[in-house]
């Protein structure tokens, strides 16, 4: 047993004495890492050098010459130039102002249909637990409950998927395709709730919550991105 | 070597035997199923409020049972807020989230109690036998090393035992308290787990038979044991402070030296667990030796 207790003394004193040097070390290259990070880098001339050198250094600005004395000198020299470009810096801000009020309008666009989407996810599972713990259905009710949402849900995929054809062909639903619409996306909600309605029984349904099977508890979220597309 | 090591296995399987033919055994492996159970449905009741909550807002009906948002809320990344302090890095993060919602809670609470547990557990293991002075007959037929490691070997067995038996009320109140858990899933990734928690206690058990060599008093050796491993942390929190910052060295030398500093080593996919596993295993023995030049001479 001797050996057994010796052996792992030694591991142990071996890990602790052993891994002084390669921490130290870690350390040392972590400090000079941070202070290579942590140092501004020296200023580089080598480009203003080269192109003195290609350029000739009359058309360049002197060394000590600022970038505002420089830009003041030159709009001196061309009065018309210093026009265009005061023109031309006033739209780019404009431009960069608008594109910036759309991008967050996107996003945020972006994120509330993420939100709904999770949402509706959200609303779709915790329907489902509820009904599952309350009607307690068989396995066979169950398939044919899930069957009944899932039928009901590619009926309204469909229906999207059409109204978004419509719209892609670049014309607007009349009234009375826009109340078709609306009467088929109702009757196979209705057609789903007549079917759970029959799978259960009638101690069952008793049990239940109206919320539990409520048609619109079990939209599938992926109705989401048809809408998505349908607004683009 | 070979007749040490089989008297030290003889112990070791006696005294497993002991504890199962006294009940001893029983009482404490429920009462790790209980620990692990009760952290389990405690947080099962925070899941529910907060399903319920979330349910009220979205105007469905709400269940007596949790765990229905789950699958939705991980698809959602939504999970990864709960998780994240958990486990402290992203790729750590993306292997949590793989597993069944209890199992890192599972994990986490078995980190924080079974240190504690462990000393307990190790503080019985000589101090009854000594203060009743019967270890002087068992001493006749071995040595007082062989003894005393294959005690803690027993222990250790007993422990291991008890952490299975810990990862099974967790499981049962995944099965029973919530819905839709992928209950296959849940008792491997459980099982998984359970080397690792197995190991991380060791080194306390360690300490617990370190104390247990002190004195004959066994609620001695438990407080003694236990404010070990309570200084211990307090040790390893002023490493990890902006002290221990400004005294590398030290940390470099005590930091291997206390089992929380391989604790987060045993998290993460794979089988890279295992090295840290075996220094714990390592702290244990060394631990479990700590009074031995106290106990190697006693007058028994």
Do not use: C, K
């Given at each position: 047993m001797k050996q057994v207790a010796i052996a792992a003394i030694a591991l142990v004193v071996g890990l602790v004495l052993g891994g002084l040097k390669p921490k130290a070390e870690l350390r040392e290259v972590q400090t000079e890492q941070a202070q290579l990070c942590a140092a501004p880098c020296p200023e580089s001339t080598v480009g203003r050098d080269l192109a003195q050198f290609f350029g000739g250094a009359r058309t360049m600005a002197p060394r000590d010459e600022s970038p505002r004395e420089q830009a003041d000198r030159l709009a001196e020299e061309n009065p018309e130039a210093a026009a265009i470009v005061a023109e031309l810096d006033a739209?780019?801000?404009?431009?960069?102002?608008?594109?910036?009020?759309?991008?967050?309008?996107?996003?945020?666009?972006?994120?509330?249909?993420?939100?709904?989407?999770?949402?509706?996810?959200?609303?779709?599972?915790?329907?489902?637990?509820?009904?599952?713990?309350?009607?307690?259905?068989?396995?066979?009710?169950?398939?044919?409950?899930d069957g009944a949402y899932s039928e009901m849900n590619e009926s309204l995929s469909s229906l999207a998927g059409e109204l978004g054809d419509l719209v892609a062909e670049g014309r607007e639903p009349t009234r009375r395709e826009a109340m078709s619409f609306a009467a088929d996306a109702l009757d196979a909600m209705l057609t789903a709730e007549e079917a759970v309605d029959g799978v259960l029984d009638a101690d069952q349904r008793a049990e239940l919550e109206d919320g539990a099977v409520n048609p619109f508890s079990h939209v599938d979220p992926a109705l989401v991105d048809l809408l998505i597309d349908l607004g683009q | 070597?070979?007749?040490?090591?089989?008297?030290?296995?003889?112990?070791?399987?006696?005294?497993?035997?002991?504890?199962?033919?006294?009940?001893?055994?029983?009482?404490?492996?429920?009462?790790?199923?209980?620990?692990?159970?009760?952290?389990?449905?405690?947080?099962?009741?925070?899941l529910l409020e907060l399903e319920r909550a979330a349910a009220r807002t979205l105007r469905v009906p709400e269940t007596k049972r949790p765990g229905a948002m789950l699958d939705t809320l991980r698809e959602q990344d939504q999970l990864s807020d709960i998780l994240r302090p958990l486990v402290g890095?992203?790729?750590?993060?993306?292997?949590?989230?793989?597993?069944?919602?209890?199992?890192?809670?599972?994990?986490?609470?078995?980190?924080?109690?079974?240190?504690?547990?462990?000393?307990?557990?190790?503080?019985?293991?000589?101090?009854?036998?000594?203060?009743?002075?019967?270890?002087?007959?068992?001493?006749?037929?071995?040595?007082?090393?062989?003894?005393?490691?294959?005690?803690?070997?027993?222990?250790?067995?007993?422990?291991?035992?008890?952490?299975?038996?810990?990862?099974?009320?967790?499981?049962?109140?995944?099965?029973?308290?919530?819905?839709?858990?992928?209950?296959?899933?849940?008792?491997?990734?459980?099982?998984?787990?359970?080397?690792?928690?197995?190991?991380?206690?060791?080194?306390?058990?360690?300490?617990?038979?370190?104390?247990?060599?002190?004195?004959?008093?066994?609620?001695?050796?438990?407080?003694?044991?236990?404010?070990?491993?309570?200084?211990?942390?307090?040790?390893?929190?002023?490493?990890q402070s902006p002290w221990g910052e400004e005294h590398p060295v030290l940390v470099d030398l005590v930091e291997p030296l206390l089992p929380q500093g391989w604790m987060m080593d045993l998290w993460g996919p794979g089988l890279g667990w295992w090295s840290s596993g075996l220094v714990l295993g390592a702290l244990g023995v060394v631990f479990a030796l700590l009074a031995w030049p106290v106990f190697g001479r006693r007058n028994l």
């Open positions: 739209a780019e801000g404009q431009a960069v102002a608008d594109v910036g009020e759309a991008l967050r309008e996107v996003a945020e666009a972006g994120e509330e249909l993420e939100l709904a989407r999770a949402a509706l996810e959200l609303r779709r599972a915790q329907a489902r637990a509820a009904l599952v713990e309350q009607a307690d259905p068989d396995r066979d009710q169950l398939d044919s409950i | 070597m070979l007749g040490s090591l089989r008297d030290a296995g003889l112990i070791a399987w006696f005294h497993l035997r002991r504890a199962l033919r006294t009940r001893s055994a029983v009482v404490l492996a429920l009462a790790n199923a209980l620990i692990a159970g009760g952290g389990a449905w405690f947080f099962t009741r925070v890095s992203d790729e750590l993060l993306e292997w949590a989230l793989q597993l069944p919602v209890l199992t890192p809670i599972h994990f986490w609470l078995a980190l924080g109690v079974m240190p504690f547990l462990a000393v307990a557990l190790g503080a019985e293991t000589v101090a009854p036998d000594v203060r009743d002075r019967s270890l002087r007959y068992e001493l006749v037929r071995t040595g007082r090393l062989e003894l005393l490691l294959g005690r803690f070997a027993g222990q250790a067995l007993l422990l291991g035992l008890a952490t299975v038996v810990a990862a099974g009320g967790t499981w049962l109140i995944s099965a029973t308290v919530m819905v839709q858990q992928p209950l296959l899933a849940q008792a491997a990734s459980l099982l998984g787990l359970t080397p690792r928690l197995w190991l991380w206690a060791l080194p306390f058990l360690g300490l617990g038979v370190a104390a247990s060599q002190l004195t004959g008093n066994v609620n001695v050796a438990r407080a003694l044991g236990l404010g070990a491993a309570l200084a211990s942390w307090i040790g390893f929190g002023i490493l």
